[in-house]
């Protein structure tokens, strides 16, 4: 076997092994994993965003699409936050308020057209469906609203907006759990999945 496919197996053997470790004692080998990993994904994230950059904004401006150049002006206004001045670090409020304003108007209108409507839309078509998609439909509209009520600062939540915001509370509280619970499994398949293929690379077991 040559020393590159050697490398190939035992390298990546030797980090998921390193970081498992993780799970029972923090030591100095998981600390150079992390370093590597972090090194690593920030180096490559800096080449694609260049890329990106080149290709979406400095070579459109260079054959003339001048109404790109604010959105070059507004991302190297976020690097004043870097400036060793104090004096100076304000002026990166000016490209992180461009950024927060375009991503919630984006985040929202998407939101609201492609989840929340459709939502809503759907939750009330209950004619000829049956008895159980009825009962789903109106459970679901119900869990929408009581959990959007949740949200709702603006009023003391007493009365029936109170009731309201105790469900949604509820309902919030079970979404929440459930997802964790699937996030935590995912983790777990992963791991295994990483570990079988460990003892398959080893022959220690086949697959």
Same mark, same amino acid.
């Given at each position: 076997?040559?020393?590159?496919?050697?490398?190939?197996?035992?390298?990546?053997?030797?980090?998921?092994?390193?970081?498992?470790?993780?799970?029972?004692?923090?030591? !100095?080998? +998981?600390?150079?994993?992390?370093?590597?990993?972090?090194?690593?994904?920030?180096?490559?994230?800096?080449?694609?965003? +260049?890329?990106?950059?080149?290709?979406?904004?400095?070579?459109?401006?260079?054959?003339?699409?001048?109404?790109?150049? !604010? #959105?070059?002006?507004?991302?190297?206004?976020? /690097?004043?936050?870097?400036?060793?001045?104090?004096? /100076?670090?304000?002026?990166?409020? /000016?490209?992180?308020? +461009?950024?927060?304003?375009?991503?919630? #108007?984006?985040?929202?209108?998407?939101? +609201?057209? #492609?989840?929340?409507?459709?939502?809503?839309?759907?939750?009330?078509?209950?004619?000829?469906?049956?008895?159980?998609?009825?009962?789903?439909?109106?459970?679901?509209?119900?869990?929408?609203?009581?959990?959007?009520?949740?949200?709702?600062?603006?009023?003391?939540?007493?009365?029936?907006?109170?009731?309201?915001?105790?469900? #949604?509370? /509820?309902?919030?509280?079970?979404?929440?759990?459930?997802?964790?619970?699937?996030?935590?499994?995912?983790?777990?398949?992963?791991?295994?999945?990483?570990?079988?293929?460990?003892?398959?690379?080893?022959?220690?077991?086949?697959?």
């Amino acid at each position: 076997m040559m020393i590159g496919d050697l490398l190939s197996i035992w390298v990546p053997i030797l980090t998921i092994l390193i970081s498992l470790s993780f799970m029972f004692v923090d030591w !100095p080998g +998981w600390r150079w994993v992390e370093t590597l990993l972090v090194g690593g994904g920030l180096g490559h994230t800096v080449v694609t965003t +260049w890329e990106s950059l080149v290709r979406s904004g400095i070579n459109p401006i260079m054959n003339g699409q001048y109404l790109l150049i !604010p #959105g070059i002006v507004f991302g190297v206004l976020l /690097y004043f936050r870097l400036h060793p001045d104090p004096n /100076y670090k304000w002026i990166s409020r /000016y490209g992180f308020i +461009w950024v927060v304003a375009v991503g919630a #108007g984006l985040a929202l209108g998407t939101l +609201w057209q #492609g989840n929340i409507m459709v939502m809503l839309i759907k939750s009330m078509d209950v004619v000829g469906i049956s008895l159980m998609d009825q009962i789903n439909k109106i459970l679901m509209f119900i869990i929408f609203i009581t959990s959007m009520s949740y949200f709702i600062f603006t009023k003391e939540h007493t009365g029936i907006l109170g009731i309201s915001t105790k469900i #949604g509370r /509820y309902f919030l509280m079970i979404a929440f759990g459930v997802g964790f619970a699937v996030l935590i499994s995912m983790y777990y398949n992963v791991a295994l999945e990483r570990i079988w293929w460990i003892l398959d690379s080893l022959g220690i077991v086949q697959i």
